[in-house]
């Protein structure tokens, strides 16, 4: 091998082990994607009046009224504000540190607080789409996390993330996809897949607002593309670390709820 | 002399307002005492509950109380005139009085076929999150039996 061919072969290995390198900083696995949006900052508590839109395949719709309390991501009390036959039932649930949830219902009329069971978290959430897990916090480990790949969601950079839970008959779905933008950690749609793998909803985050330092989702649709029914969420007011006192997050205190709404 | 008669008009007038309102509102008061149980566990059956208490509240002619489970010791308040068990698993609705309709004085009667129509409509509507069927003492064995369980604890 001439000297010249020597050189321009150690240079060309120089140039793959500089790129494969620089490849490998920019790695990043579905798993460490899940990490961050799991990471992002959440206030202390935060105070939301909540407006939900139920509307069913003959476009007729029905429309809810709540006011929630969070604590972090674990608690979080509501109120139903309105229609009528609803008003006054109030909702806590507090997640355990492994991942189950306490759940309790208070029902106005018969002056009655009492016990959810867990396995109602699959079922959902007051009539809309949502189940009460799709709008918890879910345990990272109980998935396995695959980037499908990358590309733009309007506008913004986002990591295409499949997550295939090691109990799909526990999660409800065989598999989720979701949009996540890498600039906020925030996912900005994700698919839900049912038991057969057929989709099944399609959850969409069409507002996403910086509140006093916080991102935070204020307007997201979930459709269910199989039953064509459709629940429209729109967060009308938001407040932040306002100091919730702790009572709201206790069973005893669900019948007190309706009398510590803010006056709007 | 004038000014007494008017005084007395007056008295005379706001007497008979006052016999005349605690008439109207002693009519209109609660009188039938209903004991739900409430065995469900899920959300979806819960808020079912809740509808159909709201829908006897309305009426205006229930003092409704509530349980989570058949009491097992016995009632030291008064006895309740018709007891409304939602079971967990069968997909019922218990109506219990202390005897069958038929035989029942004739305004619990009439509370008790209340209760029938209005859980026959919230349960078996197509609006019902849960549908169930509603059976009374009459049409079912385990009605009957906690009825007599419930008579000789002092629900009843």
């Given at each position: 091998?001439?000297?010249?061919?020597?050189?321009?072969?150690?240079?060309?290995?120089?140039?793959?082990?500089?790129?494969?390198?620089?490849?490998?900083?920019?790695?990043?696995?579905?798993?460490?994607?899940?990490?961050?949006?799991?990471?992002?900052?959440?206030?202390?508590?935060?105070?939301?009046?909540?407006?939900?839109?139920?509307?069913?395949?003959?476009?007729?719709?029905?429309?809810?009224?709540?006011?929630?309390?969070?604590?972090?991501?674990?608690?979080?009390?509501?109120v139903?504000?309105?229609?009528?036959?609803?008003?006054g039932t109030a909702f806590l649930?507090?997640?355990?540190?492994?991942?189950?949830?306490?759940?309790w219902l208070y029902l106005p009329?018969l002056g009655l607080t009492k016990?959810?069971?867990?396995?109602?978290?699959?079922?959902?959430?007051?009539?809309?789409?949502?189940?009460?897990?799709?709008?918890?916090?879910?345990?990272?480990?109980?998935?396995?996390?695959?980037?499908?790949?990358?590309?733009?969601?309007?506008?913004?950079?986002?990591?295409?993330?499949?997550?295939?839970?090691?109990?799909?008959?526990?999660?409800?779905?065989?598999?989720?996809?979701?949009?996540?933008?890498?600039?906020?950690?925030?996912?900005?749609?994700?698919?839900?897949?049912?038991?057969?793998?057929?989709?099944?909803?399609?959850?969409?985050?069409?507002?996403?607002?910086?509140?006093?330092?916080?991102?935070?989702?204020?307007?997201?649709?979930?459709?269910?593309?199989?039953?064509?029914?459709?629940?429209?969420?729109?967060?009308?007011?938001?407040?932040?670390?306002?100091?919730?006192?702790?009572?709201?997050?206790?069973s005893?205190g669900l019948p007190e709820l309706l009398?510590?709404?803010?006056?709007? | 002399?004038?000014?007494?008669?008017?005084?007395?008009?007056?008295?005379?007038?706001?007497?008979?307002?006052?016999?005349?309102?605690?008439?109207?509102?002693?009519?209109?008061?609660?009188?039938?005492?209903?004991?739900?149980?409430?065995?469900?566990?899920?959300?979806?059956?819960s808020?079912?509950?809740e509808?159909?208490?709201?829908?006897?509240?309305?009426?205006?002619?229930?003092?409704?109380?509530?349980?989570?489970?058949?009491?097992?010791?016995?009632?030291?308040?008064?006895?309740?005139?018709?007891?409304?068990?939602?079971?967990?698993?069968?997909?019922?609705?218990?109506?219990?009085?202390?005897?069958?309709?038929?035989?029942?004085?004739?305004?619990?009667?009439?509370?008790?076929?209340?209760?029938?129509?209005?859980?026959?409509?919230?349960?078996?509507?197509?609006?019902?999150?849960?549908?169930?069927?509603?059976?009374?003492?009459?049409?079912?064995?385990?009605?009957?039996?906690?009825?007599?369980?419930?008579?000789?604890?002092?629900?009843?």
């Amino acid at each position: 091998m001439k000297n010249g061919q020597r050189l321009m072969w150690i240079m060309t290995l120089i140039g793959m082990i500089a790129l494969s390198v620089t490849a490998l900083a920019g790695d990043i696995t579905g798993r460490q994607i899940i990490e961050n949006v799991d990471n992002a900052p959440v206030a202390d508590d935060a105070r939301l009046l909540m407006t939900m839109t139920l509307i069913n395949s003959q476009g007729q719709s029905l429309e809810r009224q709540m006011w929630s309390w969070k604590q972090g991501t674990t608690k979080t009390a509501l109120v139903f504000l309105a229609p009528d036959d609803v008003k006054g039932t109030a909702f806590l649930t507090i997640e355990l540190p492994d991942y189950s949830s306490d759940m309790w219902l208070y029902l106005p009329s018969l002056g009655l607080t009492k016990h959810i069971d867990a396995d109602s978290k699959t079922q959902n959430f007051m009539g809309s789409d949502f189940t009460y897990d799709d709008m918890g916090h879910r345990n990272m480990d109980d998935y396995d996390y695959e980037i499908l790949r990358e590309e733009t969601y309007d506008g913004n950079h986002v990591y295409v993330i499949q997550a295939t839970p090691h109990d799909p008959q526990d999660v409800g779905y065989s598999h989720m996809t979701s949009w996540i933008r890498d600039d906020i950690w925030k996912p900005v749609k994700i698919e839900y897949y049912d038991l057969s793998d057929v989709l099944e909803k399609v959850q969409t985050n069409s507002e996403i607002k910086k509140i006093d330092g916080y991102w935070a989702v204020t307007e997201m649709t979930m459709e269910n593309v199989q039953t064509k029914h459709k629940t429209i969420v729109t967060m009308t007011k938001i407040e932040v670390n306002t100091g919730v006192p702790a009572e709201v997050f206790t069973s005893e205190g669900l019948p007190e709820l309706l009398g510590l709404v803010p006056q709007q | 002399m004038k000014k007494q008669r008017g005084l007395f008009t007056t008295v005379a007038v706001l007497a008979l307002i006052t016999v005349i309102g605690v008439g109207v509102f002693g009519d209109t008061a609660p009188q039938v005492r209903l004991l739900v149980i409430d065995r469900t566990h899920g959300i979806q059956s819960s808020l079912q509950i809740e509808l159909f208490a709201k829908a006897i509240v309305g009426t205006g002619r229930f003092r409704i109380h509530a349980l989570t489970d058949i009491p097992m010791d016995k009632n030291t308040g008064e006895p309740y005139d018709i007891v409304v068990i939602i079971p967990s698993i069968v997909e019922q609705v218990w109506i219990v009085t202390a005897d069958v309709p038929s035989r029942l004085p004739q305004p619990r009667a009439q509370a008790f076929h209340t209760v029938e129509a209005i859980a026959d409509k919230m349960y078996g509507g197509q609006r019902s999150l849960d549908p169930r069927d509603v059976v009374g003492v009459t049409d079912d064995l385990f009605p009957a039996l906690y009825s007599g369980f419930l008579v000789r604890n002092g629900w009843l």
